[in-house]
T-cell receptor
């Protein structure tokens, strides 16, 4: 069955460092992959989309990579700030829907 | 910044009662979705909707669930006879296009509590 795995343990990093979050998937060939941010009690907020034929995408302090051979995406936040503390969700894109992973909680420590 | 609006923000209902969750998607979006999130769990797909019909639904979306776009702006999710396990946060989302295009814009959710 399809599986999307994100590190369930919280990631704690020092302010100013680069946070790297991982999304691995199996039994899936997504046409694209998305990353969202979710704050407690709120809906997911779209951050970035990367297509299967793209290796890397950047937006301001965010960078996403997509390796369809390894079936993995990495999400980087450079120069992290306490305001970046949230849960980050990867979502694999199908034609009619996206399917979410469990999310990784990021805590940026001042 | 355009928003997806959901009402009510919190709904408490007795088991067996019908509930209707309401959503106003972004006006120029064509694709609409309902997702739910049980406390502490992942965001789960329920249904996608396009051109006034269901495009895809999950196994969660059984005969107790229905969706409707009664006019040009609202998009509703109805649960006919609620169960305790329906307690969750329900999110509506919309997108400009499907497939390889676009991120989804989610609403702030309706917290449904079934007692």
């Amino acid at each position: 069955s399809q599986k999307i795995e994100q590190n369930s343990e919280a990631l704690n990093i020092q302010e100013g460092k680069t946070a790297t979050l991982t999304c691995n998937y199996t039994n899936y060939s997504p046409a694209y992959l998305q990353w969202y941010r979710q704050d407690p009690g709120r809906g997911p907020v779209f951050l970035l989309l990367i297509r299967e034929n793209e290796k890397e995408k950047r937006k301001e302090r965010l960078k996403v990579t997509f390796d369809t051979t390894l079936k993995q995406s990495l999400f980087h936040i450079t120069a992290s700030q306490p305001a970046d503390s949230a849960t980050y969700l990867c979502a694999l894109g199908g034609y009619q829907k996206v399917t979410f992973g469990t999310g990784t909680k990021l805590q940026v420590i001042p | 910044e355009p928003e997806v609006t959901q009402t009510p923000s919190h709904q408490v209902t007795q088991m067996g009662q019908e509930v209707i969750l309401r959503c106003v998607p972004i006006s120029n979006h064509l694709y609409f979705y309902w997702y739910r999130q049980i406390l502490g769990q992942k965001v789960e797909f329920l249904v996608s909707f396009y051109n006034n019909e269901i495009s895809e639904k999950s196994e969660i979306f059984d005969d107790q669930f229905s969706v409707e776009r009664p006019d040009g702006s609202n998009f509703t999710l109805k649960i006919r006879s609620t169960k305790l396990e329906d307690s969750a946060m329900y999110f509506c989302a919309s997108s400009e296009a499907r497939g390889q295009g676009h991120g989804y814009t989610f609403g702030s959710g309706t917290r449904l509590t079934v007692v």
